[in-house]
């Protein structure tokens, strides 16, 4: 066997041509062969710092359109009539499809039950399906349902298509903090969290503005198709990019680590498919174990719950991360009406826009920088958290004290600034409590905590609120008061006993193969450099 494997330059030089002397160089061909059809596949451009650009622009875009729902519902309004049977035309959602403050509620919320249900479901399939390729599976179906909002033609074809735009955000939301996470420099990772989540505030202001003008100047339902289109490129980018791999994670189908030297051999590296999975010894089975295979991914899924509901730090963390979204989500709603009929403001939409943009930009870029400055640890996001949300609180309750306009401006932007600042620490926290494949676990859980206790009952509480109380005034102040319980339970977390489990090993330990994959991302000659296993 030693006369096939003889380097190509002693074959040229010194050999005598011969059948084994032929096959080798054949073998050594096919190995140069998949080993450049596997760099040909690395992305050239797609550098970390594209890959947070790209994300926060999807980021924003997600929550333009929840902004454009919100401006719908102050600037939308039913028809009314006088006892005189004069009756006046309603505008947006609400008038077009005579809808009640309620069922206004309702559509605001409606796409936090597709959110709710898809995010476990997206968490759990990373484990075996490219991570990378799921957002763009989401991405798509975001597209699809968002334009079908602007076809609907009543109140449950609304309803429905916006469930199926949660759908479309929950594997986003889900995969793409972990992405970053292990992409970012090591001493600004709450930094990049930080950029990442200020698109959360930014995009819904702009979709206040956004929401409000395209409403004015064309009609309600082009702000969906607009938004449609402005995805679509991003989805195909989910299916079109090579995959990139998580860390944890090795897509083999086995929780054992590849070890072997027939997995890490060029061959197989050449042998991964298109959607970046790797190919197993299932792969050879039929179908009829398809039903095992399920089973065994939901008893996984059981297990992983486990671990995340026994871990003290996390349940804290997400508890007071309920609280604090519970409020942000009625502000981001109602807020602007609130503003209209307490302070009398003409363009409330514009105004609350602009104050959450420049807030909330400020506010979650100081959070993450502040943390990375302190050192960024567990203990010291709660700090954060604790005291930003306490101070924030404060000054959000005062400012619905006042009476004059421009009191209320001054003081509730402070309360904003401090109150978005926990954007960075609090997803921090998320991702650092847990091992490194239970994070989007962790984030999918998170995320469907803190809206189906959070922002999901709040705004339809709150309407319920004003409605039974009729006064603006007093229903903020008893909304507001909720920061504070936020504040409290995050205290809490400052003295448990915290272990940063970003490094830790685990069962889905990533193999050598994947971790060339992953390489390149951030340092593309480290493929060219490493030593061959074969």
Known sequence: M?????????????????????????KSDMAKASISSALALQPSWFTAKRLLAIFCVINLLNYVDRGAIASNGVNG?????????????????????????????VI??????????????????????NPFRLIGVGLTVWTFATAGCGLSIDFWSITICRMLVGVGEASFISLAAPFIDDNAPVDQKTAWLGIFY????????????????????????????????LMLPFAILGFVMKPLQLKGFSHTGSQKPVTSAQTSCPEAVASTSIDGSYPTRNDSKDDSKSAPRILNQLT??????????????????????????FVIGAYSYWGPKAGYYIYHMNNADLMFGGITIVCGIFGTLAGGFV?????????????????ATFFGAIFCFAAFCFKSLYAFIALFAIGEL???????????????CVKPSLRPLSMAMSTVSIHIFGDVPSSPLVGVLQDHINNWRATALILTSVLFLASGIWFIGIFLHSVDRYNEENEHQVSIADRSNTIPLLEEKSAETSPSLC
């Open 108 to 129: 605001s919320s409606a796409f936090m039950v597709g959110l709710l249900v898809a995010s476990p479901i997206f968490a759990s399939l990373a484990k075996s399906v």
């Open 198 to 229: 200020m698109c959360i505030p930014t995009g819904i202001a702009v979709g206040y503005v956004y929401g409000g003008l395209v409403g004015s100047h064309l009609d309600w339902r082009w702000a969906f198709w607009i938004e449609a289109l």
């Open 418 to 432: 401090l109150v978005f600042a926990t954007q960075g620490p609090v997803n921090y926290v998320c991702l650092h």
């Open 2 to 26: 030693r006369e096939t494997e003889p380097n190509l330059k002693s074959l040229d030089d010194s050999m005598p041509i011969s059948p084994s002397s032929v096959a080798a160089p054949a």
């Open 371 to 387: 943390l990375d400055r302190m050192t960024s640890t567990i203990s010291n996001a709660f700090k954060l958290l604790s005291v």
């Open 300 to 325: 996984r899924f059981w297990k992983d719950m486990k671990v995340l509901l026994l871990e003290k730090v996390y349940i804290v963390n997400v508890l007071g991360y309920i609280a604090y979204n």
């Open 77 to 105: 309004k039913r028809s009314e009539c006088t006892k005189s049977g004069t009756c006046s035309s309603g505008s947006g959602i609400q008038g077009d499809f005579n809808l009640n403050n309620f069922q206004d509620g």
